[in-house]
């Protein structure tokens, strides 16, 4: 049975960084699409980064520049780098693979 677990969520002031880690079992990252969402209050869940099969990346326009998605083979876990996290940042962060596998999702809070 796939898992997908998360951590590395928060409290964060506002400029600050985050690390979100996403430990996969029973499905193998590498050669897999994965991707990470967020869902602030009020609003629906939204794509941030994603990272192809390849392994190109891509952005939501909002953070590219800010945010590194990333792969780690020999963990088999995934990454998002957070930087330069902003007030609108927060909400829950989910991973996700193959566009059906989900995290339990991990609270991220920018907040001064």
């Known amino acids: 049975q796939v898992q997908l677990v998360e951590s590395g969520g928060g409290l964060v002031q506002p400029g600050g960084s985050l690390r979100l880690s996403c430990t996969a079992s029973?499905?193998?990252?590498?050669?897999?699409?994965t991707a990470w969402y967020r869902q602030a209050p009020g609003k629906q869940r939204e794509l941030v980064a994603e990272?192809?099969?390849?392994?190109?990346?891509y952005y939501v326009g909002s953070v590219k520049g800010r945010f590194t998605i990333s792969r780690d083979v020999t963990k088999n876990a995934m990454y998002l780098q957070m930087d330069s996290l902003k007030f609108e940042d927060t909400g829950v962060y989910y991973c996700?693979?193959?566009?059906?596998?989900w995290g339990q999702g991990t609270q991220v809070t920018v907040s001064s």
């Open positions: 029973d499905i193998v990252l590498m050669g897999s699409y």
């Open positions: 996700n693979v193959q566009q059906m596998y």
């Open positions: 990272m192809s099969r390849g392994g190109d990346s």
